[in-house]
């Protein structure tokens, strides 16, 4: 909903595409299942601190945009 509703409105095509691929590709496989009631604060940092086993600190940081 989020890419329909917002970024698909406000990116450029470029921009929209790679925030649809790293929200399908890392994001939903790690979150997608867990409904947003159950989604808590200390589920959201165990996700950010997996993806900085991978990714760069300065790649991997909250989102603020709102």
């Known amino acids: ?3 329909e509703t917002h970024a698909k409105l406000n990116f450029k095509p ?3 595409d790679t925030e649809k691929t790293v929200i399908e590709a890392r994001i939903i496989p790690a979150l ?3 409904k947003l009631q159950a989604l808590t604060p ?6 950010y601190a997996e ?3 991978t990714y760069s ?4 940081r909250p989102y ?3």
């Open 64 to 66: 603020t945009a709102f």
């Open 42 to 47: 200390r589920a959201i940092k165990t996700f």
């Open 14 to 16: 470029t921009s929209y």
């Open 32 to 34: 997608g299942k867990v």
């Open 51 to 53: 993806l900085r086993k």
């Open 1 to 3: 909903m989020y890419l």
């Open 57 to 60: 600190k300065e790649y991997v």
